[in-house]
């Protein structure tokens, strides 16, 4: 059984009814058959590589249903923990690295897919979907960052002192902007008032390294040579928090790439003297999600990768 793409109005297709013919494609696309062993397949190492995705407590609060060639994401609340994640934005935009690793398998692999970001108000965690619609060739961006899927990591350590380079940040700028959401890049004395601001601000829980990290000893103190960067949009839903999500880990594979470590801080985002703090730094006009530290390892990742959770939970 093969499955039936759905029409392209702008061919008229001369071969069988789920082969595009090859003289009917855009130039330089190469179109085969869809199998469905093929597209749950590729459905399942999308899911698969998502479980690389960064997130909040490294809780992976995500879970994916594939029903024919399509792959649903879910948010899983239990995941979320209220404490450090008041309204579920960290947890969301967790989603979003997750969805937007999972989209970059897919385009590796050379599937062309449809996006749904619409929130089903009868089933609001239903985060997203994608669905796939045929074979192309594999795009050689998709290719770049999918290298660094699995060699991506939070770098925790403090940063060499030497500045990232501007070629670097624009990419890193790019990468996210090119995903709906903005970036500003904190000036020096918006970075010191920032320490400023959280060295009087309400205690920090400690504990794990998530909860400690905050503002603190990893964070702006040991931020010499770091640049920071703070992730915002002019909307604060949570279809806002996916997106952010997705360019997080869009602006994060980049950054894997090109050399630079990253290492989120979400405490200044949810303690609300530095949010407020960060809120007038880009203008009042804006929703802070989360700042990041970018800077040079002082030394490379050690240790094994943490184990991913089984990533796909249902299959219809
Ligand atoms: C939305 C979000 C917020 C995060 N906030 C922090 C943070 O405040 N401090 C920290 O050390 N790591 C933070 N992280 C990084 C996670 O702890 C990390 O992704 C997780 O432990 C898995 O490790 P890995 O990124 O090395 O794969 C955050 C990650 C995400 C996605």
């Given at each position: 059984?093969?499955?039936?793409?759905?029409?392209?109005?702008?061919?008229?297709?001369?071969?069988?009814?789920?082969?595009?013919?090859?003289?009917?494609?855009?130039?330089?696309?190469?179109?085969?058959?869809?199998?469905?062993?093929?597209?749950?397949?590729?459905?399942?190492?999308a899911?698969?590589?998502?479980?690389?995705?960064p997130?909040?407590?490294?809780?992976?609060?995500?879970?994916?249903?594939?029903?024919?060639n399509?792959?649903?994401?879910?948010?899983d609340?239990?995941?979320?923990?209220?404490?450090?994640?008041?309204?579920?934005?960290?947890?969301?935009?967790?989603?979003?690295?997750?969805?937007h690793?999972?989209?970059?398998?897919?385009?590796?692999?050379?599937?062309?897919?449809?996006?749904?970001?619409?929130?089903?108000?009868a089933?609001?965690?239903?985060?997203?979907?994608?669905r796939?619609?045929?074979?192309?060739?594999?795009?050689?961006?998709?290719?770049?960052l999918?290298?660094?899927?699995?060699?991506?990591?939070?770098?925790?350590?403090?940063?060499?002192?030497?500045?990232?380079?501007?070629?670097?940040?624009?990419?890193?700028?790019?990468?996210?902007?090119?995903?709906?959401?903005?970036?500003?890049v904190?000036?020096?004395?918006?970075v010191l008032?920032?320490?400023?601001?959280?060295?009087?601000?309400?205690?920090?829980?400690?504990?794990?390294?998530?909860?400690?990290?905050?503002?603190?000893?990893?964070?702006?103190?040991?931020?010499?040579?770091?640049?920071?960067?703070?992730?915002?949009?002019?909307?604060?839903?949570?279809?806002?928090?996916?997106?952010?999500?997705?360019?997080?880990?869009?602006?994060?594979?980049?950054?894997?790439?090109?050399?630079?470590?990253?290492?989120p801080l979400?405490?200044?985002v949810?303690?609300?003297?530095?949010?407020?703090?960060?809120?007038?730094?880009?203008?009042?006009v804006?929703?802070?999600?989360?700042?990041?530290?970018?800077?040079?390892?002082?030394?490379?990742?050690?240790?094994?990768?943490?184990?991913?959770?089984?990533?796909?939970?249902?299959?219809?």
């Amino acid at each position: 059984m093969q499955f039936k793409p759905r029409p392209d109005r702008r061919h008229d297709s001369t071969g069988p009814a789920n082969v595009k013919s090859a003289a009917a494609a855009p130039a330089g696309a190469t179109i085969h058959p869809i199998g469905v062993q093929a597209v749950v397949h590729a459905l399942r190492a999308a899911a698969e590589m998502a479980g690389f995705a960064p997130s909040i407590l490294d809780s992976q609060p995500w879970r994916w249903r594939l029903t024919g060639n399509t792959l649903a994401l879910y948010l899983d609340r239990a995941c979320i923990d209220h404490d450090v994640d008041v309204d579920g934005r960290l947890a969301i935009i967790s989603c979003g690295a997750a969805l937007h690793h999972a989209r970059i398998a897919l385009a590796a692999a050379g599937w062309r897919l449809t996006m749904n970001r619409r929130p089903d108000p009868a089933d609001p965690d239903r985060l997203a979907s994608l669905r796939l619609e045929e074979r192309s060739l594999a795009e050689p961006a998709g290719a770049a960052l999918m290298s660094s899927i699995p060699l991506r990591r939070t770098d925790r350590t403090p940063v060499t002192g030497v500045p990232i380079a501007a070629a670097q940040l624009k990419a890193v700028t790019s990468a996210v902007r090119a995903e709906e959401t903005s970036l500003h890049v904190l000036y020096p004395d918006e970075v010191l008032e920032l320490a400023r601001v959280a060295s009087g601000g309400l205690p920090v829980p400690s504990g794990s390294g998530d909860r400690s990290i905050g503002v603190g000893p990893a964070g702006l103190a040991d931020g010499r040579g770091a640049t920071f960067a703070l992730l915002y949009g002019h909307t604060d839903e949570p279809e806002d928090w996916l997106r952010a999500g997705e360019a997080l880990s869009a602006g994060w594979l980049t950054a894997t790439a090109a050399g630079v470590s990253v290492l989120p801080l979400s405490a200044a985002v949810e303690v609300l003297a530095t949010r407020q703090a960060v809120q007038i730094m880009i203008g009042c006009v804006g929703y802070p999600y989360l700042l990041l530290r970018l800077g040079h390892a002082t030394m490379p990742p050690s240790g094994p990768r943490r184990a991913r959770a089984a990533q796909v939970i249902d299959r219809r």
